[in-house]
């Protein structure tokens, strides 16, 4: 495999003056001028790289005996499993969730068994009551490994689907339930250790330096990847290759940082909205993943020194070209309040050609003799441009091909590009005291022991006036 064949490239000539405008575009002396400020971002967090909460940047460095022990257990999964089942939310879901959609066929499920290849896959990341009786009505749970995944091991949501689960399996299979479950936790903290401990599960651990956005590398992807067929190294090596790119604080050299400096310069400038629009639909759930990453690390009350800031910028996903005939028309004559990332593919992994037919009418048979791998790069390039006319920023990430190194490439690139944009803005991107507190909320609310202050202060809040529902 040549390496630089499959290099993505990001192309942010449409955030800049000469494509969008004067009045919005960005002007060469402006990241001239940002220069020294990208630089020392990107030395910051060299700086602090694998310390605290930043030990998923070295994830690239992999120990091969661990990974090789993933395979091992995801072949055993493959043979002797119909159906592997992740119970996770938030960063212990939404990675393994855009990896199926981007690397496994798009209708994975429906497929026969002996083309699957794999025990089919569903991620259950809500508690839903609807949905966990869907999810009964259509596995078998003799026939099922869970993975249970939270790097806390204390989130109500999936310790109840384990409740739940693990109750089901001990009244079917006694102690042969704890072979239908494998967890992923972190090794030293919460609850979910201490029961995997007691109850015996194969266990894999989250480094307490990797927070749950940013555990794709860890086994908290890796395992779910390698049960659906993914060459888990090969995804590794696409991160990988993307740190060695951006192995510089020279915009010119590192993409990652160049794109975060952009992001900096136009969230100033009032741009308080990243759309981010594959065309693809294999890089769909890329977009969700993308968003938790975004709205979770940037979106911060207070910065490093306590200062009350507001930081963030809110992410929002579109699919083209499904939602050119929803979102778009927003995009282009709406508020300037948006950045637009398009997420591009040179080659599809599959050619549709599109058949001759209806000779009598000019205005449907232009279509025919085409693809429909022409008609939606046509799609793409038509928005990119009717946006840039409409002086709207915009940039394009290409991907050569969707696989599992051009995807490790692209996954890599968010998180330096996240990590470098906390930095600039001076917020602790690591941490997440807003869901934190929502979470205690809950645990208040559901009566759990040493939340008494907290129920206090919900008992305490203003009650809902009936004036106000109608
Ligand atoms: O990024 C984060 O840390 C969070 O969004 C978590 O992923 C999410 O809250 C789930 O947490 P846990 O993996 O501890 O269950």
Same mark, same amino acid.
């Given at each position: 495999m040549d390496k630089n064949n499959l290099k993505i490239r990001f192309d942010y000539n449409n955030m800049m003056d000469k494509f969008v405008g004067s009045k919005e575009g960005i002007k060469d002396s402006d990241i001239l001028e940002m220069t020294p400020f990208a630089k020392? @971002? $990107?030395?910051?967090?060299?700086?602090? %790289?694998?310390?605290?909460?930043?030990?998923?940047?070295?994830?690239?460095?992999?120990?091969? +005996? +661990?990974?090789?022990? !993933?395979?091992?257990?995801?072949?055993?999964? %493959?043979?002797?499993?119909? $159906?592997?089942?992740?119970?996770?939310?938030?960063?212990?879901?939404?990675?393994? !969730? @855009?990896?199926?959609?981007?690397?496994? &066929?798009? &209708? =994975?499920?429906?497929?026969?068994?002996?083309? %699957?290849?794999?025990?089919?896959?569903y991620v259950e990341d809500n508690?839903?009551?609807e949905r966990m009786v869907a999810l009964l009505d259509v596995i078998d749970v003799e026939k099922t490994m869970f993975n249970v995944i939270t790097k806390s091991g204390s989130t109500s949501e999936t310790m109840?689907? =384990?409740? !739940?689960?693990?109750?089901?399996?001990?009244?079917?299979?006694?102690?042969?339930?704890?072979? &239908?479950?494998?967890?992923?936790?972190?090794?030293?903290?919460?609850?979910?250790?201490?029961?995997?401990?007691?109850?015996? $599960?194969?266990?894999?651990?989250?480094?307490? @330096?990797?927070?749950? %956005?940013?555990?794709?590398?860890?086994?908290?992807?890796?395992?779910?990847?390698?049960?659906?067929?993914?060459?888990? =190294?090969?995804?590794?090596?696409?991160?990988?290759?993307m740190n060695e790119i951006c192995s510089s604080s020279d915009l010119d050299k590192n993409p990652a940082l160049m794109s975060a400096l952009l992001s900096y310069i136009s969230l100033r400038r009032g741009k308080n909205i990243s759309v981010m629009m594959p065309y693809a639909d294999g890089l769909k759930y890329i977009a969700d993943w993308y968003c938790q990453l975004w709205a979770e690390s940037i979106g911060k009350e207070v910065d490093k020194k306590g200062n009350l800031v507001f930081e963030g910028q809110t992410p929002v996903k579109a699919l083209g070209v499904t939602d050119q005939h929803s979102q778009v028309q927003l995009y282009t004559e709406g508020p300037f309040d948006k950045v637009t990332t398009f997420l591009a593919v040179d080659e599809y992994r599959k050619i549709v050609k599109i058949p001759d037919g209806c000779e009598d009418i000019p205005d449907v048979n232009f279509l025919c003799g085409h693809t429909m791998n022409e008609l939606i790069q046509a799609e793409r390039v038509a928005t990119e441009y009717a946006l840039t006319v409409k002086n709207r920023l915009n940039r394009t990430i290409y991907l050569p091909i969707l696989n599992a190194f051009t995807l490790g490439q692209l996954l890599f690139f968010f998180e330096l590009e996240t990590a470098y944009m906390g930095e600039m803005l001076g917020i602790d991107t690591y941490n997440q005291p807003g869901v934190e507190n929502g979470k205690n909320a809950t645990y208040a609310l559901l009566g759990r022991n040493g939340y008494d202050a907290k129920r206090e202060e919900l008992n305490n809040a203003p009650k809902k006036d009936d004036k106000y529902i109608i």
């Open positions: 020392n @971002a $990107y030395d910051t967090f060299e700086s602090i %790289r694998g310390t605290g909460m930043t030990g998923w940047a070295n994830l690239v460095n992999y120990n091969k +005996e +661990e990974i090789d022990d !993933i395979v091992n257990c995801a072949e055993d999964i %493959r043979k002797n499993y119909e $159906y592997f089942v992740v119970l996770g939310i938030g960063g212990s879901a939404l990675g393994p !969730i @855009a990896v199926f959609q981007a690397l496994c &066929h798009l &209708h =994975y499920n429906d497929l026969p068994s002996e083309k %699957r290849n794999g025990p089919k896959f508690v839903d009551p109840t689907q =384990y409740l !739940i689960i693990n109750d089901i399996l001990t009244k079917k299979l006694g102690d042969k339930a704890k072979e &239908h479950i494998i967890t992923t936790t972190s090794s030293s903290k919460g609850n979910l250790i201490k029961i995997s401990k007691k109850e015996g $599960y194969k266990t894999y651990f989250i480094p307490d @330096a990797v927070g749950g %956005r940013f555990s794709e590398l860890s086994p908290v992807g890796l395992l779910p990847a390698a049960v659906l067929g993914v060459d888990i =190294y090969e995804f590794l090596d696409g991160a990988k290759f």
